[in-house]
C-alpha cells in the first residue's frame, strides 16, 4: 500500500520552551489515517494535516469504548538524527490488543512504516532538550453507526505524535505509591494484557483517590486473591529484594511492556538474575521489615525507569532505600535512557534510524 | 437550566416498514447535547439536528474509553400515547457509573426532562406496531484533547433515539446459551456494575466465541472463583429451581437491571419468593440432573424477558424445560411488556408518560 500525503498549508508554532512541553500538551502538523471496512479489510493510507474527527453520534467507540492504542517514542540523538526504539515489539503488541478487543489485525511491518514515514514527515517537531522526545500514538477505535452491541465492521487507525518534555527536569526523583486494595484494574480472562482503553477508564478511580491521599500512583493487586503485586499506575514494576530482582509474571492481568521486557534482557546481559513469578504484597511487607527490600522501581515507554521511594499498604508506610533512589535503579535508567537517545553504543539492536 | 431547541430543516424520511427496524439501524431528527468544561459545570443543553461530533484526535474518549451509557425506551400504547419505564431509576445508576467512572455526575431531574423533551420533538418516530418501541441512548464521554491519563475536564452528555423493532417478530422464543469458561466480563473491584463503555469492549470477545459455537450469548461466571454465575450476554439472569426464583445478588460485578428490579417486584407481589444470592454453576448442573432446573431466563430493557431454552458447560448439553418457554418466564413476559406498552394497568406506578 502507498502512503498517500496531504501537507498542511498553515503549519502551527512550534512550543518555543523545550523545557515546558509537558506531556500531551501539543500536537504536530500531520496525522496518519486509515480506514477498515468489512470487505476491505485496511485501506487508504494517508498522511493527512492534524484535524478533527467526525463521528456519528452512534459511533461504536462513544458507547462499547471498542478501542485501543500503542505508544513509543522518538528521540533525537547528539548528532541530530531520529531513532525509533523497538518499534516492532509495539506493533506486535497492538496486534495482540486487536485478537483480545475484536479488532482486525494490521500488517505490522507496514504500521512501522506508516509510524516511519510520518515522523519523516513532522521530524523538525522532534525536540532537542535533553530527555525530551516525540511521543507517538497509534490507535484503533471503532466507527460502525449502531448501538447494538458487536464487533464492529468500521474502524479507523490513525497516529498522532506529540513533542513531550523531560520526565524528570529536575533530575530523576523517587515517588510514593499507594497500595491499592478497594479496586481492581484488571483481572485474568479480561483485557489487563492488552493495551485497551477500558484498562485505563477503569483505572482512574484508584489513581484519583492515591491522589486524594497524596500520592502519585497506585500499586495494583490482583484481582482474584488481592494479594499479588501486579503493576504501578500505568508501568510494570520491579523490586529487588536480598539481592534478587524480581517482577510479576506475565499471567493475563499484567501489560507485558517494551520497556520490561528491554530491562529484563538489560539486566540478564549484565549477569542479574530476574526472576518473573507472583510476588505478594505479604512478601513486600515481609522484606521490608527484615531489611530487604532493597529498591523498587516502575518501567515504561514515559518516564523509562521510575524510582520508587515509598510504599503506602494500609497504615503501614514502607519507605525503600531511605526513599532514595536506588544503584541498580539508577544504572538501568542510565543505561536504557543512554541507548534511547544514542548516547550509549546499542548493542542489542533496539534502536531504528529513522530516514 | 432551559432546554434550546433548534429544529431540523431537513427532517428525514422515516423508516416505512415498522416489522423490518431491526435495533439500533435508524436514528431521529434530533439529538439532545450538554457539555461539561471544569468550573463551568454541566452547561449549554440543547437539543439540535441529529449530526456528527467533531472531536480531537486526541480526545480522551478513543484513547482511554471513559465514557458511560443508559438504554431505555419510550413505548407508544393502544390510545396513541407516549409513555417511559422507570426513567429515574435509569438516571440514577447514570450516576453511580459516573462517580465509578470519574465523571461529574449529572442532575437526575433535569436529565429525564431532556428525555422527555426530546422524545417529545421526536414523537413521530416512535414506532406502533406490536412490540416496537424508541430506544434512547443517553451516554457520555470525555473530549480532553490530552493523552496524559487523567479523569476528563471536559465531557459531552448526548441522548439519541432509535426507533426499534419488536425482539420477537416471530414470537418470544428461548436461546441457546454457551457457559463461558475462558473470558471473564467483570470482577469485584471493576466497573461490572456501572454501564461503563469498559464492559462492553471486554464482553465482545466471548459473545464471538459463542456465536461461532453456534450460540447466542454467552453466560458469565464470575472473574474471582470462575464458579458463580453472573449474567447472560447483556442481561441479568434468573432460574426456577425447585419452585425456588433465583438471580445472582448484586455483589459489584454484575449491573444491577432497571428489568432484574421490576421483575423481582413483580414475582414478590404476585406471591413468589425471590432468592438473590450466589449461584454456581455446580448448583445448576446438579439441578439440572435432578430435574429440578425449571425454568431460567435473560431480563433486560431490549428483549425485556429472555427464556433460556439451553445450557451448554464443556461438554454438557443442558436443555431447560425442553428447549421451550416456561410458565412464570411467560407470565413474567406477559405482564412487564403488559405493562410497558399499556395494555395492563401499571399497579406499581412505574410508567411516566410523555408530555
Ligand atoms: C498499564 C501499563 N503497564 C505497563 C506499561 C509499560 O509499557 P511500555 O514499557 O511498553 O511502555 C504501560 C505503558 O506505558 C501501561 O499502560
Ligand atoms: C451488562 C448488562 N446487564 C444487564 C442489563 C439489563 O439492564 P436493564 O434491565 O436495566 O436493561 C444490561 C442492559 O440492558 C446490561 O448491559
Redesign the interface.
Known sequence: MEISITKTTTPKQKPADESKLG???Y?TDH?FIMNYDEGEGWHNPRIVP?????????AM???????I?EGMKAYRTADGSIQLFRPDKNMARMNVSCD???IPKIDEEFAIKAIKTLVEVDKDWVPSLDGTSL?I?P?I?ATD???????AKHLTF?I?L?PVGAYYPQGIAPVKIFVEQ??????????GFTK??????????G??EAAEQGYVQTLWLD??E?KYVEEVG?MNVFFKIDGEVVTPALVGSILGGITRMSIIELLQSKGYKVSERRLSIDELVEAFKAGKLEEAWGTGTAAVISPIGELKYGDLVMPVNNGEIGEVTHMLYDTLTGIQWGKIKDEFGWTVKID
Do not use: W
Open positions: 506531556f500531551g500538551q500536537y496525522m492534524y484535524g478533527p474527527f467526525e463521528l456519528d453520534p452512534a467507540v462513544l458507547h462499547y469504548a471498542q478501542e492504542f483480545r478487543l475484536c511521543y500514538r490507535y477505535f453507526a449502531q448501538v447494538g452491541v458487536h464487533p490513525a498522532i506529540s478497594k479496586y481492581v484494574r484488571a483481572v485474568i480472562g479480561g483485557t485497551a482503553g477500558a484498562n485505563y477508564a477503569i483505572s482512574l478511580k489513581q484519583e484481582g482474584v488481592r500505568s
